[in-house]
């Protein structure tokens, strides 16, 4: 089953550029018969091109500085501070990606997991860096599936004082499903995503999807 090619994404999802290289990476890592040496490579190489994409979605300021031949040159510098957070345990797997391309970033962790009384995403431990108010945050979930714990992520970081829209959720794979939960609750926020699916299976499993990326990623039983 290819990706679906009939939706249309809400304006607040930035796709990656449907590139042959990002095909080739999707295609290995979605492939049941991958090692995980191979998942952890490939998947690794889009979760650069997730931080890449989604740095470029973050203010920047003009600056000229003078180039060795003397003459001026006009240009950018970042502005604002950012702050990574994972989702653990399978966002995790993207704070190497962040740090390669943002030396000393700080990163913070959420834990949520299902309620078994409730059946509901509950916050169990959240540790962020004091100022992380005033920071840009780059959230970290590799799949975003029916959007239960990406929204309690979410809620808990308006709840320590982060701007909706200071807020780019990084996933590699996502689905209408998960977009469209995330979206009709935090509309000033972005999403950036490698590649959307055609839904959800009967057990929430993104489909075709790749299975759970967290065990294969860390190499442990479901
Ligand atoms: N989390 C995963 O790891 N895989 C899915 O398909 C959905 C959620």
Request: hydrophobic share 40%; charged share 25%.
């Amino acid at each position: 089953m290819a990706p679906i090619k009939a939706y249309q994404p809400p304006k607040q999802v930035i796709l990656l550029p449907q590139t042959q290289q990002l095909k080739a990476c999707t295609t290995i890592i979605r492939d049941k018969n991958t090692q995980r040496a191979d998942f952890i490579f490939y998947s690794d190489r889009i979760i650069r091109i997730l931080v890449e994409e989604g740095l470029n979605h973050l203010p920047v300021v003009e600056k000229a500085v003078i180039t060795p031949t003397g003459k001026e040159f006009h240009g950018i510098d970042f502005q604002g501070r950012i702050c990574g957070v994972s989702i653990m345990r399978a966002g995790e797997s993207m704070e190497q990606g962040l740090r390669d391309v943002c030396r000393s970033v700080r990163i913070g962790k959420i834990l949520i997991q299902r309620d078994e009384e409730t059946a509901l995403p509950k916050l169990y431990y959240a540790k962020f860096p004091p100022d992380i108010a005033s920071r840009y945050c780059l959230l970290l979930d590799p799949m975003l599936a029916t959007g239960g714990s990406a929204i309690k992520a979410i809620e808990t970081l308006i709840d320590y004082g982060v701007a909706e829209e200071r807020i780019l959720f990084l996933n590699l794979i996502s689905c209408p499903e998960g977009i469209a939960a995330v979206v009709a609750k935090f509309p000033a926020m972005k999403i950036v995503t490698a590649e959307i699916d055609a839904g959800l299976d009967e057990k929430l499993y993104i489909n075709p999807g790749l299975g759970d990326f967290g065990c294969r990623y860390f190499g442990t039983d479901k």
